[in-house]
């Protein structure tokens, strides 16, 4: 058997070693399934306002093009440093959305590659860095914390850290 028919059979094994389990100690599998399915839906459904808030803020970020305003106020100053500008985006949209990120990142894959110098710092801000807006918005929202203000400070002062030490990481290393 090849490591790819062991990993296609790991989640019905575990499957079936949940169900094997739950026999064993007289638990009925199919109420405690439905009952997962339903506080599953009920936790969507409150969860839906939140997402659908961030999505309509990023789509206004988005569309307004105010990030590439900002870029051009930037890039002299960017310049002077030595910071690459294809990462600056990525850097700037990373904390209010990974999929933008990701889709930013594959562009610089595409454009410059994944082994380059820029590739490779892509990847270390993604890695080094977290959807601070995102988690604030869901998860905060959802459990009822409305003081987020030194989290969001704090958060978005870790991702800056995090984009900084990237920034001087791979440019020592590569």
């Known amino acids: 058997m090849n490591l790819v028919n062991l990993s296609t059979l790991i989640i019905p094994f575990l ?21 997962g399915a339903k506080d599953g ?11 659908l808030a961030m999505i309509v803020a990023i789509n206004v970020l988005l569309k307004s093009h105010i990030i590439e ?10 310049s002077c440093i030595k910071i690459p500008m294809p990462v600056i985006p990525m850097a700037i949209m990373r904390p209010i959305s990974g999929s ?8 610089i894959y595409v454009n410059y590659g994944v ?16 959807t601070t807006i995102y988690i604030l918005t869901l998860y905060f929202g959802f459990v009822g914390i409305k003081k987020i203000k030194y989290a969001m400070w704090v958060g978005l002062f ?17």
Not at 41 to 51: A, V
Not at 100 to 107: R, V
Not at 115 to 130: M, P, Y
Request: aromatic letters at 12%; zero cysteines; a negative charge.
């Open 100 to 107: 933008s990120t990701l889709i930013l990142m594959n562009d």
């Open 15 to 35: 499957v079936a070693l949940i169900v094997i389990y739950a026999i064993y100690k007289k638990i009925n599998v199919y109420d405690v399934f439905i009952s």
């Open 115 to 130: 082994d380059s110098f820029l590739g490779k710092l892509a990847s270390t801000i993604q890695g080094s860095t977290d």
């Open 41 to 51: 839906i009920e936790m969507g459904i409150s969860i839906f306002p939140y997402l």
């Open 69 to 78: 305003d900002f870029l051009v106020l930037l890039k002299p100053v960017l």
């Open 158 to 174: 870790a991702d800056l850290i995090g984009v900084i030490a990237s920034i001087l990481v791979v440019s020592w290393l590569f």
